[in-house]
């Protein structure tokens, strides 16, 4: 197992843990670090870039509890580079997909980002992408015809900042939409074994250390529940924060914030509930006839988690029929013959 001793000397550093009392986050980390020897896999491993983000996502996870997580929840996986993406996105493409762990990285560009997802393309696994963020530009290089990539999400983006290319593939949940109806976010991030969290989404009196200096955006709370949803997602195999320049973050506000995203994405595992194999005879199926339309559509309710799925009314390609996640709002509004336009955009092809 691969740790930084750069990282496990900021946590072993640090005061004796105290005893009677729930253990921090940091203490959770120094205890994993401590286990060389141990059977058991973590169930997430957590990254950082730049020595001084890691130093203070050190002392902001002393401040949050780790009262509510197994012992075994996250390990401190230690610090990346800032280049030379190849060599070791390899190593976190095998935590993935031999050790089953979930990837944390704090502070990654959008380089990392892609440079972990040509491991899934060169290893011919689709994935989809969900990109919190302010605009497509995070999202400005990727390929479009990459074939494996089989959904790109945008989330909290803002209209006046939209001056970059749409992607042909590109479904958007702008600021004000999610604002009026978070649950619409909860499909995308349901659907995406890629998250990445963009600072510039979060305003500026949330998140000063940011680039971008919004004066408006996601809300510290409305950011927390995001990475909650994420958390809670059977899918997810990686969420990425990015880069903030701890020189402007005196107080430590955006560090605080960036552990504070990591512990709700941590609660939001430890609280998911599963639907193993998503078999349609598990599940209890609805029939909706749309009326423009020359056919039925079908929906799906999982009765052991609540969650909503439609079937993707393609029958030429060889990705049809597959269950997309969608929200109760999204069924009530087919039924009513108001189909939401990206139910729409799949029906008419």
Not at 162 to 176: F, N
Not at 253 to 282: I, K
């Amino acid at each position: 197992m691969y740790f930084c001793c750069k990282c496990i000397d900021m946590f072993t550093q640090h005061k004796p843990i105290p005893s009677g009392r729930p253990l921090s986050l940091a203490a959770v980390l120094v205890q994993q670090v401590a286990k060389y020897d141990q059977n058991e896999i973590p169930e997430c491993a957590l990254f950082h870039l730049y020595p001084a983000i890691g130093a203070a996502l050190t002392e902001a996870f002393g401040q949050l509890t780790a009262q509510h997580f197994s012992h075994n929840a996250l390990e401190w996986g230690g610090e990346l580079p800032s280049e030379d993406y190849a060599s070791f996105s390899g190593n976190l493409f095998r935590r993935m997909s031999e050790s089953g762990q979930t990837l944390l990285i704090a502070g990654a560009g959008t380089d990392w980002l892609r440079s972990i997802q040509q491991q899934w393309a060169e290893h011919c696994i689709p994935y989809r992408l969900t990109a919190i963020a302010d605009s497509p530009a995070p999202l400005a290089d990727d390929v479009p015809d990459n074939p494996m990539v089989k959904g790109i999400h945008l989330v909290g983006s803002q209209r006046q900042l939209m001056q970059y290319p749409t992607l042909p593939q590109l479904e958007t949940i702008r600021l004000g939409e999610y604002r009026a109806q978070p649950n619409l976010a909860e499909p995308f991030l349901r659907s995406s074994e890629f998250v990445y969290f963009d600072l510039n989404a979060i305003r500026f009196s949330d998140c000063p250390a940011n680039a971008a200096k919004h004066p408006g955006g996601l809300t510290a709370e409305e950011a927390s529940a995001l990475a909650r949803v994420a958390g809670m997602s059977e899918r997810t195999q990686c969420m990425f924060i990015s880069a903030w320049n701890p020189v402007e973050d005196p107080h430590l506000v955006t560090a605080r914030l960036v552990a504070q995203l990591f512990w709700y994405f941590l609660e939001g595992r430890t609280l998911r509930q599963l639907d193993h194999g998503l078999h349609r005879s598990h599940l209890t199926q609805y029939q909706v006839q749309l009326m423009n339309f020359d056919r039925v559509l079908n929906f799906y309710k999982s009765e052991h988690t609540g969650k909503w799925w439609f079937e993707e009314p393609l029958s030429d390609n060889d990705f049809s029929n597959q269950l997309i996640p969608c929200t109760l709002d999204e069924y009530q509004l087919a039924a009513q013959d108001q189909i939401p336009r990206r139910i729409l955009d799949r029906i008419s092809g």
